[in-house]
């Protein structure tokens, strides 16, 4: 069964604060991907990467970094967190054949 | 630029009806259509995909999806809903690279029981 892991689940953090959220995937993918989930705008790419070094910009980029250590880890980093970016995040990850396989999701509220 | 709408925010039925729930795309060329479900509180599961061939695809749990070229649509149907299928379902567009996926604002099933 495909993996993927994120943390942590639940985040609270303050205006201006630093954030990584952490995400590895057991799948042996090479793609990997962050969204977030906001009401009346569905699922938007902030990042994406196909392997370990690779970054690539997704559709929503302003104010986040990412970085893919590994094939099997990729981690979203906000250095100064805002409250437009208070949302529901989620890591996925996908083989050739397209299929995207997602993790929990990890709720940040930046108050 | 591949887009993808869902018209439909919100669409209650009862048990044992039919539903239909719709997706609309524009695109540039050759793409990959997804449909993915997601029950409160979880990440997003795939349903089923389309990208070339018969235009009627089956998926998981009893659903499928049919591609028109001419309607630029590829809406999800069931022919008979569960009190489980209660969720909010997502259409999805990608590249012929496959390399990523656009999502629409998805649409909450709510089925009566």
């Known amino acids: 069964e495909a993996a993927v892991t994120q943390s942590p689940r639940n985040k609270v953090t303050v205006t201006g604060g630093n954030v990584t959220l952490s995400c590895r995937q057991t799948n042996s993918h090479n793609y990997m991907y962050w969204y977030r989930q906001d009401t009346g705008h569905g699922l938007r790419l902030i990042h994406y990467s196909y392997g370990a070094g690779n970054l690539q910009i997704g559709d929503v980029p302003d104010g986040y970094k990412a970085t893919r250590t590994t094939q099997e880890d990729f981690f979203l980093l906000l250095e100064l967190a805002s409250p437009s970016q208070t949302s529901l995040y989620f890591c996925?990850?996908?083989?050739?054949?397209?299929?995207?396989?997602f993790g929990e999701g990890s709720r940040l509220i930046v108050v | 630029t591949q887009t993808v709408s869902q018209s439909d925010a919100h669409v209650t039925v009862f048990e044992g009806d039919s539903v239909e729930l719709r997706c609309n795309y524009s695109y540039g060329g050759s793409i990959y259509l997804s449909w993915y479900i997601q029950h409160h509180g979880h990440g997003l599961q795939f349903l089923l995909k389309?990208?070339?061939?018969?235009?009627v695809v089956q998926g998981v749990n009893g659903f499928e999806a049919e591609f028109s070229k001419s309607d630029s649509s590829f809406h999800l149907r069931k022919a008979s809903v569960h009190w489980s299928d209660s969720a909010v379902y997502f259409c999805a567009v990608s590249p012929n690279s496959g390399t990523y996926q656009r999502f629409g604002t998805g649409t909450k099933l709510q089925v009566v029981p």
């Open positions: 996925a990850s996908s083989d050739v054949g397209n299929t995207l396989y």
């Open positions: 389309y990208y070339s061939g018969n235009p």
